[in-house]
């Protein structure tokens, strides 16, 4: 795009002018007649820079953007009476266009939403209206505020005519759940989205969490396992047999890795196995299994029991959320049948614990050969590689102890910090996420540490002895590649000198 012949562009989006646009949407955006649209950075994913950018796609208005400073607008805009006031991201009030209450806006909001690839929508309930937020890369972004009762509308929409619920009335003062109907959700690529409301002392929230139907499968290395990791996965996989707890917290990914995992074992013997799945509800698909949904009155344990008579080979069993699921879980794995299984744990040897605390006797939880593996895993932000910034030159806000800590137990000159934001990556300074993992294919020894001197001397045993990477260890890796902006991995994994902390080594 050449813009040569012109000095002092015409922005098109001031007011009088042929793409005249709104005070608000003027603090973000500015078309100019060179066929530049410039987004103040950070406003990429905007539903309503979104919805400018479809009507120039409609009028087939050829252009390119450029990602700019909100000072920037304000210099093409001036003498054309669309001066830009100070724009603090997210906390603008929009007197929208598209004011609540249209299934076409809430479509709109999803499409951006996906695009974005974010995985939970909120509308958040402030004093001033709602507050429309996406969580992308596990970071909330505000998209766009409805002023009044503006949201409050579109939220009684989404309940009363798009839900699976339709028909019943929407009641902001109590929490109500529900799923979008599928004729919404299918063209923007989704699986499903679950949606839960909340009255607030604003007014009411809702959340709907995002389920992709991502058709492609990521495989271990894509997902950020390292080779050593991948090669004691693929081990697990190849095993028909035998206990595979894979756990994280909420948002950790395990389900993605499940799915990857599973996909691996069905390909590994042509399909030839009959692999069954308990799940409340079914979130994704695995190609050649018999999902199953646990039905909503059927108790976990029972459920499980009942699977087990269907002639399963393998049997992922969603979550062991009690005593008597964990037992029916132990009861197969016992009869021979290989199982997976989830915990809401944050590492791989806080799942015997809590194996353990749901009362699985110890002769049982630490036996090897039904237990063959521990897997925990979190994810991390992985930075933009055309901004990022390197740590010696980073000029930004960095606490005197995390700088402390980056000089002690990282490699100083490989290490690189978030930048601020360009157009590869939106503005965000972060592009994705990575898997952040620790796995333990436990040992009699390692069993026996355990039973006998508890989680801390088994991980310490594990690291020291058996040569075990932790979630720390491949933290510090990723961020001596200079692909995780330290600040990032101490809040989404833990602090730098976890494992100096915990099981005395050095990293
Ligand atoms: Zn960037």
């Known amino acids: 795009m050449t813009s040569l012949a012109i000095l002092t562009p015409v922005p098109l989006t001031a007011p009088g002018q042929t793409w005249e646009v709104d005070a608000e949407l003027r603090e973000k955006l500015c078309l100019t007649n060179d066929g530049v649209l410039h987004v103040v950075d950070g406003y990429g994913g905007n539903h309503f820079v979104m919805a400018f950018v479809e009507r120039l796609r409609r009028a087939r208005f050829n252009h390119s953007t450029e990602y700019v400073k909100p000072e920037h607008l304000q210099a093409l805009y001036r003498g054309y009476g669309g001066a830009v006031v100070g724009s603090r991201q997210g906390q603008q009030y929009v007197g929208n266009e598209a004011s609540g209450g249209k299934q076409d806006d809430v479509v709109k909001i999803l499409r951006s939403a996906t695009e974005a690839g974010a995985s939970d929508i909120h509308f958040f309930a402030t004093p001033k209206g709602h507050q429309l937020s996406f969580r992308v890369h596990g970071e909330l972004e505000p998209a766009a505020s409805f002023a009044g009762r503006d949201g409050e509308a579109m939220l009684s929409t989404i309940y009363e005519t798009m839900s699976e619920s339709t028909g019943t009335n929407y009641r902001p003062g109590e929490s109500q759940g529900g799923r979008l109907r599928s004729e919404f959700v299918t063209e923007c690529g989704l699986f499903g989205a679950r949606l839960e409301t909340r009255p607030t002392l604003n007014g009411p929230w809702m959340a709907m969490r995002l389920l992709y139907d991502s058709g492609m499968i990521l495989t271990l290395d894509q997902m950020g396992y390292l080779p050593t990791q991948i090669e004691a996965l693929t081990r697990l996989v190849h095993r028909i047999d035998g206990m595979v707890l894979l756990t994280g917290t909420t948002g950790s990914g395990k389900s993605t890795s499940i799915q990857t995992l599973l996909s691996m074992l069905l390909e590994s013997v042509n399909y030839t196995i009959n692999l069954v799945t308990l799940e409340d509800p079914v979130e994704y698909r695995i190609k050649g299994a018999n999902q199953t949904p646990k039905g909503p009155k059927e108790e976990w344990a029972e459920a499980i029991a009942n699977l ?109 910090m978030k930048g601020d934001g360009c157009s590869e ?66 809040r989404d994994i833990c602090a730098l000198d976890e494992d100096v902390a915990i099981v005395g080594v050095r990293s």
């Not at 269907?310 to 969603?318: E, F, R, S």
């Not at 008597?324 to 197969?332: G, P, R, T, V």
Request: proline residues 3%.
């Open 425 to 490: 990556c939106n503005g965000r300074g972060v592009v994705g996420r990575t898997a952040i993992a620790e796995i333990i294919q436990p040992d009699l020894a390692f069993m026996r540490k355990f039973r006998d001197h508890g989680k801390a001397e088994a991980q310490a045993f594990w690291v020291n002895e058996q040569g075990g990477v932790t979630k720390n260890a491949h933290l510090l890796k990723r961020i001596n590649e200079g692909m995780v902006d330290p600040s990032h991995g101490e």
């Open 308 to 416: 087990m008579r269907l002639d399963p080979d393998v049997a992922l069993i969603g979550e062991m959320r009690d005593t008597a699921s964990a037992l029916a879980a132990f009861q197969a794995a016992l009869t021979g049948h290989g199982l997976w299984s989830t915990l809401h744990v944050n590492s791989a040897t806080a799942s015997l614990q809590r194996l353990h605390d749901l009362g699985v006797e110890d002769s049982l939880a630490y036996d090897p050969s039904l237990v063959k593996g521990l897997v925990n895993q979190s994810l991390t932000r992985v930075l933009c590689k055309a901004c990022k910034v390197p740590f010696e030159r980073f000029k930004g806000p960095i606490s005197a102890d995390l700088k402390t800590r980056i000089q002690t137990h990282c490699i100083v000159e490989q290490v690189f």
